[in-house]
């Protein structure tokens, strides 16, 4: 029911899917640009009308009684900012322990105008060994898709910059808000 809808949804706001929609059963997706809360509703029709159970990481702060609940079962991963902790540790050891994890992450970490990206996003999928999904939402063209599969090499300029040159061209809901260099 939910792809019915959501490919209703899409269609009716003129939206399009492209590219491959054949993810890897383990993966962080970098979802790109993130510059409106239409990113994240965007993101999730995308994922019920292409049948894939996508994570994403929700500050602790939001998981009160029934949201909270509301949260996980759209795949919320909590994460727990007050605390000293490492993410990167705690969600390699996630990838190993589940059979399949799609992890959906804004390198912006904001709606925000940003001078780089976060690059937590890597340094996840280094440290569990899966590859990056990149993943355009470009409000010009109206499309949303798989870019490219980055497999994670041992030069991370190279792979940054091999990241950069592939969202150059999307454009964002705002682009004032939007900036995609990484470093």
């Not at 399949?100 to 690059?119: C, D, H, Y």
């Not at 939402?137 to 091999?162: A, H, M």
């Amino acid at each position: 029911m939910l792809k019915i809808i959501s490919k209703i949804l899409l269609s009716l706001l003129g939206w399009k899917i492209v590219g491959n929609t054949n993810f890897p059963k383990k993966c962080v997706v970098i979802a790109a640009p993130h510059t409106s809360n239409w990113d994240f509703i965007l993101g999730k029709l995308y994922s019920y009308i292409i049948e894939i159970n996508g994570n994403y990481l929700l500050k602790s702060q939001l998981f009160k009684p029934i949201i909270g609940s509301l949260f996980r079962w759209s795949g919320a991963i909590p994460v727990y900012r007050h605390q000293k902790n490492s993410l990167v540790s705690q969600l390699s050891r996630l990838f190993k322990e589940e059979d399949s994890l799609i992890l959906a992450m804004s390198p912006e970490g904001t709606r925000a105008s940003v001078s780089k990206w976060k690059t937590g996003f890597y340094h996840i999928a280094k440290a569990a060994k899966v590859p990056i999904v990149l993943l355009k939402i470009d409000y010009r063209l109206k499309e949303i898709g798989i870019i490219k599969l980055l497999d994670v090499s041992k030069d991370l300029n190279s792979d940054f910059s091999q990241i950069e040159k592939e969202y150059v061209k999307v454009s964002p809901k705002f682009k004032e808000n939007y900036n995609p260099k990484i470093f």
